[in-house]
Each structure stands twice: as C-alpha cells, then as structure tokens.
T-cell receptor, first 114, second 111 residues
Framework: ETGVTQTPRHLVMGMTNKKSLKCEQHLGHNAMYWYKQSAKKPLELMFVYNFKEQTENNSVPSRFSPECPNSSHLFLHLHTLQPEDSALYLC?????????????FGSGTRLTVV | GENVEQHPSTLSVQEGDSAVIKCTYSDSASNYFPWYKQELGKRPQLIIDIRSNVGEKKDQRIAVTLNKTAKHFSLHITETQPEDSAVYFCASQSGTYKYIFGTGTRLKVLA
C-alpha cells in the first residue's frame, strides 16, 4: 500500500445512475488530483486541489463533480455519464512547496458505463 | 497549450539489451521531469526524476538525461530484464505542481 487508497476498485454504472469515487491519502500531502486514463491516451488531468481549494478544472464536463472536504480526502461524484467516460480514474497526491516532487498514485477505479 | 511528446509508443528489446525512451516538452519554464512505470493492472509508480539544474541522473540500471536547450529528456534502461516490461510515462512539471504526461511507451523485454 503506497498511502493513497481508492475505492471502489471497479464500478459498473448505467447512464442514469449517480455514484461517487473516493480517494484517501495518508502521506500528509497538501495537494490531490484526479486523472483519467483511457486506452492509448495520455493521462488526462481533470481536477487539482491544493490545501482543499480547487485550483484547476481542466475543462471537465459538469457530469463530473469533485469534492475535497479536507486535505486527506477527495471525491469524484458521477451522474448521467456517457459510455465514452469508461476509463481508469486515478487519484494522486503530492506535497507542494519545498521543491517539486513526484506524485503518489492510488490504484485507480476502473469505471465502466453501460 | 503545453504538451509532452513521447516516443516510441511501443518498444521490444531482447533481455540484456538497452532501452531508450525519449520525450520532448513545450513549456520552457518546466523544471522537473519525473518518469513513471505502470505494470499491467497496477498504479503508475515513480521510478526516477530529474530537475532542470542537472543534466543526468542515474539509479542502478536506470538513467535519465535532460537537454534543456533542446527541451528533450530521455530514459535509459540498461541490461533489461523481463520484469522491466511495463508502460513508461514521462512528465514535465507545468506550473507550481501540475504535471503534463506523455502518451506512454509500452516496453516488452523478450526472454
């Protein structure tokens, strides 16, 4: 376990469903991220939270709604998704300040929209 | 906008040979360049990184080189082993903490 935990690991949902992805980090980091990983595409940044404040929304459709109640927890609320939203959703955390450092990724949630 | 190009998309090498993956970035202000390894079904893991004030960094069989003038950086794996088979991603830091990732290279080490 690397210190970033994502649940659930797998999720199948219909286009009319509402579900949430959860991410929790135990590393004391102050920044958290949501990335989307689709086949044959680069990792796509979706949202960035720094000290609980959203600092970036990378033109993500409103059917994805992030929530960061504190610096250790990050959620991604999903509603009325499309089949093309099927992908691996990765959460990551890092420590901002004191020089750049690599991200620590969670294991991801494999989402299938039917 | 900012982007990172990564080549090749797939690479097959014989066990024991070397592998080189190259990336080019567009943001001249980028100053941190990590490399991630993602095995099948697993999370990306940081394997090595380099900062802009250094031209080369080595960690056992893995090395990274950086040419800031040309905006190129490369991953070198020597004496490849089957367990090196994975997808490798390069990234450049854009802004305070945001990374832009390359498209990935699928490395296969043939026994």
């Amino acid at each position: 376990e690397t210190g970033v935990t994502q649940t659930p690991r797998h999720l199948v949902m219909g286009m009319t469903n509402k579900k949430s992805l959860k991410c929790e980090q135990h590393l004391g980091h102050n920044a958290m991220y949501w990335y989307k990983q689709s086949a044959k595409k680069p990792l796509e940044l979706m949202f960035v939270y720094n000290f609980k404040e959203q600092t970036e929304n990378n033109s993500v459709p409103s059917r994805f709604s992030p929530e960061c109640p504190n610096s250790s927890h990050l959620f991604l609320h999903l509603h009325t998704l499309q089949p093309e939203d099927s992908a691996l959703y990765l959460c990551a955390s890092s420590q901002v300040g004191g020089g750049a450092q690599g991200y620590t990724f969670g294991s991801g949630t494999r989402l299938t929209v039917v | 906008g900012e982007n990172v190009e990564q080549h090749p998309s797939t690479l097959s090498v014989q066990e024991g040979d070397s592998a080189v993956i190259k990336c080019t970035y567009s943001d001249s202000a980028s100053n941190y360049f990590p490399w991630y390894k993602q095995e099948l079904g697993k999370r990306p893991q940081l394997i090595i990184d380099i900062r802009s004030n250094v031209g080369e960094k080595k960690d056992q069989r893995i090395a990274v080189t950086l040419n800031k003038t040309a905006k190129h950086f490369s991953l070198h794996i020597t004496e490849t082993q089957p367990e090196d088979s994975a997808v490798y991603f390069c990234a450049s830091q854009s802004g305070t903490y945001k990374y832009i990732f390359g498209t990935g290279t699928r490395l296969k080490v043939l026994a």
